[in-house]
């Protein structure tokens, strides 16, 4: 069972223009939450968090919105770069049985931004 | 900065070969991790250790056996490659605390022919 979702396997967006990426989960325990950006050939690199208690984050031209209710999450990137082309996971945190928190990955989108 | 060094980027293997995929961290993180990243399927965690010489399944062990002999060591092992291991891998460390955020390594390729 998935418990953290991107559907959106790709997304294409003029540069400029505003990109929105979404992530739901199902697991009302997650109380953090990331993302992360990944270009081919390289590891993942971390791009922005939220904690459960807030609604909004934001850095520079990222912003993470979280809606509790909804179960739902969404990265904006304002205004959009070609050098932001690349995959974008999504993440969620949970303490775990094992005594250490636990990240547990989307599948990823996988963000173009045409020049 | 956190620095994770996975020792091989790219690695071409033959089915039933044994393989070491090496990790070293420099930042004392107790944490760190295994994960494979395939298209469409995102990041699997393999295994995980929180302690030298402690290790703990993750969601898709089989097939995998993990060494954590030194804090800043952490390998994978396949004892015998099959084609469906083929994939990239990604080992990662993560310090104390509540946050959860990882620090990646830059990933090795594995294919097994």
């Known amino acids: 069972d998935q418990q953290v979702k991107q559907n959106s396997p790709s997304l294409s967006v003029q540069e400029g223009r505003i990109s929105i990426l979404n992530c739901d989960y199902t697991n009302s325990m997650f109380d953090y939450f990331l993302w992360y950006k990944k270009y081919p050939a390289e590891g993942p690199t971390f791009l922005i968090s939220?904690?459960?208690?807030?609604d909004k984050n934001e850095d520079g031209r990222f912003t993470v919105f979280l809606n509790k209710s909804a179960k739902h999450l969404s990265l904006h990137i304002v205004p959009s770069q070609p050098g932001d082309s690349a995959v974008y996971f999504c993440a969620a945190s949970a303490f775990t049985w094992a005594g250490s928190y636990q990240l547990t990955f989307g599948k990823g989108t996988k963000l173009s931004v045409i020049p | 900065d956190v620095k994770v060094t996975q020792s091989s980027r790219y690695l071409v293997k033959r089915t039933g070969e044994k393989v070491f995929l090496e990790c070293v961290q420099d930042m004392d993180h107790e944490n760190m991790f295994w994960y494979r990243q395939d298209p469409g399927l995102g990041l699997r965690l393999i295994y995980f250790?929180?302690?030298?010489?402690?290790?703990e399944k993750g969601d898709i062990p089989e097939g995998y056996s993990v060494s954590r002999e030194k804090k800043e060591r952490f390998s994978l092992i396949l004892e015998s490659a099959s084609t469906n291991q083929t994939s990239m891998y990604l080992c990662?460390?993560?310090?104390?605390?509540?946050?959860?955020?990882?620090?990646f390594g830059e990933g090795s390729r594995l294919t097994v022919l």
């Open positions: 990662a460390s993560r310090g104390p605390g509540g946050t959860g955020e990882l620090f």
């Open positions: 250790s929180y302690d030298v010489k402690m290790k």
């Open positions: 939220i904690s459960s208690i807030k």
